[in-house]
Each structure stands twice: as C-alpha cells, then as structure tokens.
C-alpha cells in the first residue's frame, strides 16, 4: 500500500520557493559558509552546494505536513551541505526544520528532540575540546547549538504556550456550556414551581365552580340554583385573588410593594372551610406544632389543598380526614377520603395532581404515596389516602 503524505500548507510552499530563490542569490554571488581550501570540504566547487540546498527547500515544503520526515532527510541534507562550501540559507532552513518539528510533531517527538539536541550540543562542546585542546574548539558546540537545540527549544516554548491557551479555551468552553446547561435546568424548574403553583392555587376553586354550576344547570330549584351560584361567585373571586398572587410571585411583588406571602399552615382552617362551603364533610387533625420552616409549612400546605380538590371531584360520600402529626423530625400529611371507584369526576381534571405533590416531596427529600387502601368506609369498605412524608431542615426547632 503507498504511503500518501499530507497535502502541504500554502505558506510551507511559499517558504520553501523563498528558501530556494533567497539560497540561489547567495550561490549566484558566491557567497559559502567555508572556502574552498577548508579541510573539511570534500566536494569542492560551487555546484554541489545544490544539491543540499534543493533537498532542504523540498523538505520545507513538509515542515507541518509530515515534519519529523523533513527533519530527517533535511539532517542528511544538513550533513551534505557540512562537506560542500554551504550555504547560509541551508543553515537557515534547517533550524526552521527542527523548530517545525518539535511545535507540528507528535507529543513523543515534542519531547525528545530538545533532549536530543541538548545531548549533542553538550557533546559537540566537550569532545572537541578535549581533543584539540584549544578554546576555538568550543565555537563547535555554539554553532551545534543554535543550529539545533536552540530552535527545539524555542518551538518547545511555543508549543506549551499553545497547548496551555487551547485548554483555557477548552475550560472556557466547558464553562459557559455547563452555566448554559445549569439557566436551562433552572428555567425547567421554575416553570414546574410555577406550574405546580398554578395548579394548587387555582384548581380547587375551578372545581368547585364546575361542579356547582352543573348542580345549578341540571336541578330545576330556585333556592339550590341561588345557593350553586353564591358557591360559584365565592370561588370565582378567591380563585381571582389566588392568580392575583400568583402574579405577584412572578413578580416579586404582591402588587402593593410587599412580597407575596406564601401560604402557612395557620392557613388550614380557612382551607377546610372553603372545603366544606363545597359540600365536602372534612374534619382537620393538626398536631404540627410551631416553628416549621416555610418550605415544608408550603409543600404540606398544598398537598392537602390538592388532595380536598381531588376528593371534591373523585370522593364518595362520607367523611374526609385530613391529620397533620410532627414526630422524629418528620412531618407526616394524611388526607383520606371514602373511595368507590367513581367512573367519571364531577369535574375534569388533567392529572396533574398527584405529580405536583410528588414533586413537592421529593424536593424537600421526602415521600409520596397515594392510592386506594382498606378501610372502614361507606362505600365499598375502600378509602383514598394520600400520605406524605416531610424532613425538617437542620437546626429547626424540636
């Protein structure tokens, strides 16, 4: 299989053609690294300095494309030009073939090649000093050094800057896609608080107001008709101000420059009665003390305020007990109601309910449970209960 190399970059060809025609200016004026009686010359003339020149000029062309392949052949270049007269730009390319390969190359090759380089200058230092034995040697070491390990380390610096920049881009990225992640998710929840809010405050009346206006429809009695209509109106207004504190909670503001209040607990009585005003037989067992925090006095609170909305539309006839017990750190909520498997409600209904109060639960830590269980009840001995649990929060008082 042919091995297929990397289409070169636009501006390695146009270096490697300005390497090419700034070493033909040199060749053309005559101007060599050595002179031609230098020993160390084996080919001598002006033409074999070509060839070394050519070589390096098409390894420019793979200094991003396949860099550790032009190093190596731009090193036997390199080694070829040492015995011709050289050129100056040869010299030039080379270092900008070591400095390509330690920025473009692999990981491996990014760190090995400063060690390399390093080792070999140390060497080209030492060695022909100790040989020779005269100062001028050590010009060996400083020329192996800024033709190598100088540009190896100098793309090395690069490169971890490079790679230090691209992971705070990464992070920045990973940041603000994390804060993107965390508005929607809390955009999510404020529109199931808010929904569940809508729900509990205006279900209830709503209910009320369907049931007593087909009472008031279907039943041909002046004195029932007057009285579903003075339920109605009833419902109809407190359900008004419910959305008017709805709104006010949307705006932090409760329309007068005070916050609106959130219902408490002290708040049940009131709540049974404009269950009972509905036709519902309720009886309230509160034993939850004082000094409850408001999350759990809100949750509680709408709980038995749906659970008194599905009994007016799904419960038979009989009583509906609604206990509220405090013990161990443990807010208990009991709504029970008589069961017989009604086929349709006095009013409709979406569902909603009991996964509006499973959610307020679960946010406080808490359980949820509803069903129908056994139980003393006129209608088929079965009852409804809805049973919650709810932690206090540390530090409350016992």
Same mark, same amino acid.
């Given at each position: 299989?042919?091995?297929?190399?990397?289409?070169?970059?636009?501006?390695?060809?146009?270096?490697?053609?300005?390497?090419?025609?700034?070493?033909?200016?040199?060749?053309?004026?005559?101007?060599?690294?050595?002179?031609g009686d230098d020993p160390i010359v084996l080919f001598d003339g002006r033409w074999p300095l070509l060839v070394p020149l050519a070589v390096m000029a098409g390894c420019e062309v793979l200094r991003r494309a396949a860099p550790l392949t032009g190093l190596l052949i731009g090193t036997a270049a390199l080694v070829t030009d040492t015995l011709t007269q050289g050129s100056l730009v040869t010299l030039i390319m080379y270092t900008d073939l070591m400095?390509?390969?330690?920025?473009?190359?692999?990981?491996?090759?990014?760190?090995?090649?400063?060690?390399?380089?390093?080792?070999?200058?140390?060497?080209?230092?030492?060695?022909?000093?100790?040989?020779?034995?005269?100062?001028?040697?050590?010009?060996?070491?400083?020329?192996?050094?800024?033709?190598?390990?100088?540009?190896?380390?100098?793309?090395?610096?690069?490169?971890?800057?490079?790679?230090?920049?691209?992971?705070?881009?990464?992070?920045?990225?990973?940041?603000?896609?994390?804060?993107?992640?965390?508005?929607?998710?809390? +955009?999510?929840?404020?529109?199931?608080?808010?929904?569940?809010?809508?729900?509990?405050?205006?279900?209830?009346?709503?209910?009320?107001?369907?049931?007593?206006?087909?009472?008031?429809?279907?039943?041909?009695?002046?004195?029932?008709?007057?009285?579903?209509?003075?339920?109605?109106?009833?419902?109809?207004?407190?359900?008004?101000?419910?959305?008017?504190?709805?709104?006010?909670?949307?705006?932090?503001?409760?329309?007068?420059?005070?916050?609106?209040?959130?219902?408490?607990?002290?708040?049940?009585?009131?709540? !049974?009665?404009?269950?009972?005003?509905?036709?519902?037989? +309720?009886?309230?067992?509160?034993?939850?003390?004082?000094?409850?925090?408001?999350? !759990?006095?809100?949750?509680?609170?709408?709980?038995?305020?749906?659970?008194?909305?599905?009994?007016?539309?799904?419960?038979?006839?009989?009583? +509906?007990?609604?206990?509220?017990?405090?013990?161990?750190?443990?807010?208990?909520?009991?709504?029970?109601?008589?069961?017989?498997?009604?086929?349709?409600?006095?009013?409709?209904?979406?569902?909603?309910?009991?996964?509006?109060?499973?959610?307020?639960?679960?946010?406080?830590?808490?359980?949820?449970?509803?069903?129908?269980?056994?139980?003393?009840?006129?209608?088929?001995?079965?009852?409804?209960? +809805?049973?919650?649990?709810?932690?206090?929060?540390?530090?409350?008082?016992?």
């Amino acid at each position: 299989m042919a091995l297929r190399l990397p289409r070169p970059r636009r501006f390695d060809v146009y270096a490697a053609s300005a390497g090419l025609l700034g070493g033909l200016s040199l060749w053309g004026i005559g101007l060599g690294v050595r002179p031609g009686d230098d020993p160390i010359v084996l080919f001598d003339g002006r033409w074999p300095l070509l060839v070394p020149l050519a070589v390096m000029a098409g390894c420019e062309v793979l200094r991003r494309a396949a860099p550790l392949t032009g190093l190596l052949i731009g090193t036997a270049a390199l080694v070829t030009d040492t015995l011709t007269q050289g050129s100056l730009v040869t010299l030039i390319m080379y270092t900008d073939l070591m400095y390509a390969a330690v920025l473009y190359g692999s990981p491996a090759s990014a760190r090995r090649i400063p060690w390399i380089t390093g080792l070999l200058t140390v060497a080209a230092t030492l060695v022909p000093f100790a040989v020779l034995r005269v100062p001028e040697a050590l010009l060996i070491g400083v020329a192996v050094g800024v033709v190598s390990f100088a540009p190896a380390s100098t793309g090395l610096i690069v490169r971890n800057h490079r790679e230090a920049a691209d992971a705070a881009l990464l992070r920045a990225e990973q940041t603000a896609l994390l804060a993107e992640m965390d508005r929607a998710q809390a +955009v999510t929840a404020e529109r199931a608080r808010m929904a569940r809010e809508l729900h509990d405050m205006v279900a209830n009346h709503l209910s009320a107001i369907a049931i007593h206006s087909t009472a008031a429809l279907s039943l041909d009695d002046p004195a029932t008709t007057r009285q579903a209509l003075g339920v109605i109106r009833e419902n109809s207004v407190e359900g008004l101000a419910e959305m008017r504190r709805l709104i006010g909670i949307l705006r932090d503001d409760g329309g007068d420059g005070e916050p609106a209040a959130a219902p408490t607990l002290d708040g049940l009585g009131a709540l !049974v009665e404009g269950a009972r005003a509905n036709g519902l037989d +309720v009886v309230l067992e509160a034993a939850h003390g004082e000094g409850l925090p408001a999350p !759990v006095e809100l949750a509680a609170y709408r709980i038995v305020q749906e659970s008194l909305t599905n009994a007016l539309k799904h419960a038979e006839k009989g009583t +509906v007990r609604v206990a509220l017990d405090r013990h161990d750190g443990v807010l208990h909520v009991r709504v029970t109601s008589p069961y017989g498997g009604r086929d349709l409600p006095r009013a409709p209904g979406s569902g909603a309910g009991l996964v509006g109060m499973r959610e307020r639960a679960a946010l406080l830590h808490g359980t949820f449970e509803a069903g129908p269980v056994a139980g003393p009840a006129p209608t088929g001995g079965k009852t409804w209960a +809805v049973r919650a649990t709810l932690p206090l929060t540390e530090g409350e008082p016992a």
